[in-house]
Nanobody, 121 residues
Framework: QVQLVESGGGLVQAGGSLRLSCAAS????????MGWHRQAPGKQRELVAV???????IYADSVKGRFTISRDNAKNTVYLQMNSLKPEDTAVYYC???????????????WGQGSQVTVSS
């Protein structure tokens, strides 16, 4: 099995910064894309940022220029540096990873447990 464990959420004032981390562990052969999504109360889950195994980046328009996604392949970890936070960034943030497990020929998607990020005005 594979587990994704997140850390780094919390409460911050508008304009502040937070860094989320998500470490994958278990029977991992390789990881393709890793990313972050978020879900605000009463809203659907939305993509925030994605980084592929080759380093290509995708960002939601709402976070471009403020958030930076990165990964450490040796540690199977993805990060989300969030700067210039706004109250509308308040949400539960979920990491996900497209994982190829040892002995398996197709990839599966795995999700973290979710991290609350609250930005006060």
């Amino acid at each position: 099995q594979v587990q994704l464990v997140e850390s780094g959420g919390g409460l911050v004032q508008a304009g502040g910064s937070l860094r989320l981390s998500c470490a994958a562990s278990g029977s991992i052969f390789s990881i393709n894309a890793m990313g972050w999504h978020r879900q605000a109360p009463g809203k659907q889950r939305e993509l925030v940022a994605v980084i592929t195994s080759g380093g290509s980046l995708i960002y939601a328009d709402s976070v471009k220029g403020r958030f930076t996604i990165s990964r450490d392949n040796a540690k199977n970890t993805v990060y989300l540096q969030m700067n210039s936070l706004k109250p509308e960034d308040t949400a539960v943030y979920y990491c996900n990873a497209e994982v190829l497990r040892v002995g398996v020929v197709v990839t599966d998607d795995y999700w973290g447990q979710g991290s609350q990020v609250t930005v006060s005005s």
